[in-house]
C-alpha cells in the first residue's frame, strides 16, 4: 500500500466522428470514417490529491472484429456499447492501486461485459472478440494512466518504478521478471526525435497519372507528393496477400516512385516495411514474395525492414503457419495475433522475431508486452491504427519511451487530418512535418504526454 496509489471517483465518455479525406484499403477491406470513443476519468489517491486523465482511441472494428458473421456497423456499435459499459463499471471498481495493477485487474471483467444485455443483443450471431474488447477498453485505460500522472504532476512514463508500483513484473510475465519494474524497460526521457512511417494504403494513387479525381484540399494528392511534402524517409506498404504478382508489382511501383522523387530531394537511404494483414496462406507466400523482389528489386528488398502478420491471427487454429524460414531473411512481427501473454509466448514458438505494440490493445497490455519483447530480445515496432489527435500522441509516447522502437507510424494526418486540428497548435513539433521525423521530445507533459 502506498501514499499513492489511486482509486477511480468517476468516469464518463463521449465519442467523435470523422470522415476520411480519402479511402484506406488493407486486408481486402475499405475504411471511410473513423469513431473516436473519448474517457474523462478522475481519481484520488489514499493521500487524498485528485487528477483528471483524458483517454481517446480509434473504435476500429473493421480491424479488430472482422469476422463476417456480424454487420460492420453492428461491431462498430457493440464496441461502442462495451467501451461505455466500462466505463460505467470502473465507477464501482473500488478497488486502490497503480494504473498497471488497477487496469490488469479490471481486464479480468471485460469477457463478463462482452457478454452482458447492454453490450451484446441476445440475437448476435457470433461472441466478441478479446482484440475488439481490448480496443473498446483501451481509451479508459489511457485516461487512467494520464490521470495519475496528472496526478503527481509527472509524466505518467516516470511513474512505473518499484516505489510506485505494489507488484513486480513476475506477477504479469512469469518468474524471469522477479524484482523488476516498467522502469527497466523504458525511458525517463522520450527520445529526441523519430522518422514517421508513413501508409502507403492499397488504393493510395502513386502518381499524379494516378489520381483519378482531385481532392483540392491543400494537401498531397498522390504518394510521390507526400515523399516531399513530409520528407519522407519510412514507409509502410499495405499488401493483398493472396495475389503475390499484384504485391511484388506494388512494391516495385513504389520503389520505382520513391527512387525517382528521393533523388530530387538528395535522400540516398530510406525504408519500407510491408503489412499483409493476415491474407497470406502460409509461409511458402512470403518466402516467393522475397524471392521475386530481391530477383526483380533488390535495393527494394535491402529497403524492406520487416514483415507484419502475414498469416491468420488466429495461431492455435493454424499452428502450421510457422515463420522461422522467412525470419532468418527479415523479421516477422504479429500484430492482430497479439492478445496477452501466452499469445506472445506462442508466437515465439511459431517462429515470429517479433511484435507490434498498439496503444489500441491498452496502455498497460503494450508497455508489458514491450517488456517482455526487451526480455527475450525481439525485434519491436509501434503500429498506428489511423489515431488522430490524443490517440496518435498515446501511440507515440510509447515509441517515444521504449528503448527499442525504432519509428512511429502515423496516418491520421493522410487520412482524417481534421481530427488532428485541435491539437496541432498544442503539439506542432508532432503534427508539422517537414523533414520526416516528429519531435517526440515534446511529449514530457504531467500524464502520457
Not at 463476417?68 to 466500462?86: C, Q, S, Y
Request: with cysteine; glycine share 8%; proline share 5%.
Amino acid at each position: 500500500m502506498k501514499s499513492t496509489d489511486i482509486q477511480i471517483v468517476e468516469a464518463s465518455c463521449a465519442t467523435q466522428e470523422f470522415a476520411y479525406r480519402s479511402p484506406m484499403k488493407f486486408g481486402g477491406r475499405i475504411m471511410r470514417n473513423v469513431v473516436l470513443l473519448d474517457v474523462t476519468v478522475k481519481v484520488r489517491a489514499r493521500s487524498g490529491k485528485t487528477g483528471t486523465g483524458f483517454g481517446s482511441m480509434t473504435m476500429g472494428n473493421i480491424w479488430a472484429w472482422p469476422g463476417g458473421k456480424t454487420d460492420p456497423a453492428d461491431t462498430l456499435d457493440t464496441m461502442i456499447r462495451f467501451g461505455r459499459e466500462g466505463v460505467r463499471e470502473a465507477e464501482n471498481f473500488r478497488e486502490f492501486g497503480h494504473p498497471l495493477e488497477l487496469t490488469y485487474d479490471f481486464a479480468g471483467r471485460y469477457e463478463s461485459f462482452a457478454f452482458s444485455r447492454n453490450v451484446m443483443a441476445d440475437s448476435a450471431p457470433e461472441p466478441m472478440p478479446r482484440l475488439a474488447q481490448l480496443v473498446a477498453a483501451s481509451p479508459f485505460e489511457a485516461a487512467l494512466f494520464d490521470a495519475y500522472g496528472k496526478m503527481l504532476g509527472e509524466n505518467a512514463y516516470n511513474l512505473l518504478s518499484e516505489e510506485f508500483c505494489n507488484r513486480d513484473l513476475s506477477h504479469y510475465l512469469g518468474a524471469d521478471f522477479r524484482g523488476e519494474y516498467l522502469d527497466r524497460y523504458t525511458l525517463r526521457k522520450p527520445k529526441d526525435r523519430m522518422p514517421l512511417y508513413h501508409l502507403v494504403g492499397a488504393l493510395d494513387p502513386l502518381t499524379g497519372a494516378d489520381v483519378e479525381t482531385p481532392l483540392n484540399d491543400g494537401l498531397p494528392e498522390h504518394f510521390g507528393q507526400w515523399i516531399h511534402y513530409n520528407g519522407l524517409t519510412h514507409f509502410k506498404i499495405k499488401l493483398n496477400g493472396d495475389d503475390l504478382d499484384w504485391d511484388v508489382d506494388r512494391v516495385i511501383a513504389i520503389d520505382r516512385v520513391a527512387e525517382e522523387e528521393q533523388a530530387r530531394r538528395g535522400c540516398t537511404q530510406w525504408y519500407y516495411s510491408a503489412d499483409f494483414n493476415e491474407r497470406c496462406a502460409n509461409v511458402e507466400y512470403v518466402l516467393d514474395f522475397f524471392d521475386r523482389i530481391e530477383q526483380q528489386a533488390p535495393k527494394a528488398m535491402q529497403r524492406l525492414q520487416y514483415v507484419e502478420q502475414p498469416t491468420n491471427r488466429d495461431l492455435k487454429a493454424f499452428p502450421e503457419n510457422k515463420m522461422h524460414r522467412a525470419a532468418k531473411i527479415k523479421p516477422v512481427v504479429i500484430d492482430e495475433s497479439l492478445l496477452d501473454l501466452e499469445s506472445f509466448h506462442d508466437s515465439r514458438k511459431m517462429g515470429y522475431s517479433g511484435i507490434a505494440l498498439k496503444a489500441c490493445k491498452g496502455h498497460g497490455e503494450a508497455l508489458l508486452m514491450g517488456a517482455a519483447a526487451q526480455k527475450y530480445n525481439l525485434f519491436l515496432c509501434v503500429q498506428d491504427l489511423t489515431c488522430p489527435g490524443a490517440s496518435f500522441l498515446h501511440s507515440a509516447s510509447l515509441s517515444a519511451r521504449i528503448p527499442t522502437v525504432a519509428a512511429i507510424e502515423g496516418n491520421g494526418r493522410q487520412y482524417c487530418p481534421a481530427a488532428n486540428l485541435p491539437w496541432t497548435e498544442k503539439y506542432p513539433a508532432m503534427f508539422i512535418i517537414k523533414d520526416g521525423t516528429l519531435g517526440t521530445n515534446a511529449l514530457i507533459g504531467p500524464g502520457l504526454y
